[in-house]
């Protein structure tokens, strides 16, 4: 069965950086757009980034823009999410999720409605 697997989450102080991971077990992930969403205790699920199948395009929210950045090696079948400078209230779980339902080149979304695969989080906190 399909699935994605993050990992890299952990604690860190805050101004400092991680980079998490999420594998893809399946081959059909390298033609699908990918993004990364988080949820902080108490709130709602929300988009951070995401990446169009190529690795071409990309799209974060305006809350990591400039501090984040999202990458894909396809040829491992794995995307990356490098967080700088992070910040005590990027502290949440966070998600990769794939859309292999839209297979168009520069395909990206913030709307998580968009995924049919998720994986299953990893935890980020960021100490004060």
């Known amino acids: 069965q399909a699935q994605l697997v993050e990992s890299g989450g952990g604690l860190v102080q805050a101004g400092g950086s991680l980079r998490l991971s999420c594998a893809a077990s399946?081959?059909?992930?390298?033609?699908?757009?990918m993004g990364w969403f988080r949820q902080a205790p108490g709130k709602v699920r929300e988009f951070v980034a995401a990446?169009?199948?190529?690795?071409?395009?990309?799209y974060y929210a305006d809350s990591v823009k400039g501090r984040f950045t999202i990458s894909r090696d396809n040829a491992k079948n794995t995307i990356y999410l490098q967080m700088n400078n992070l910040e005590p209230e990027d502290t949440a779980v966070y998600f990769c999720?794939?859309?292999?339902?839209?297979?168009?080149?520069?395909?990206?979304?913030?709307?998580?409605?968009?995924?049919?695969?998720w994986g299953q989080g990893t935890q980020v906190t960021v100490s004060s």
């Open positions: 399946a081959r059909m992930f390298t033609f699908s757009a």
């Open positions: 999720a794939a859309d292999t339902t839209r297979t168009g080149v520069r395909t990206m979304s913030q709307w998580d409605h968009d995924y049919n695969y």
């Open positions: 990446v169009s199948r190529t690795g071409g395009n990309m």
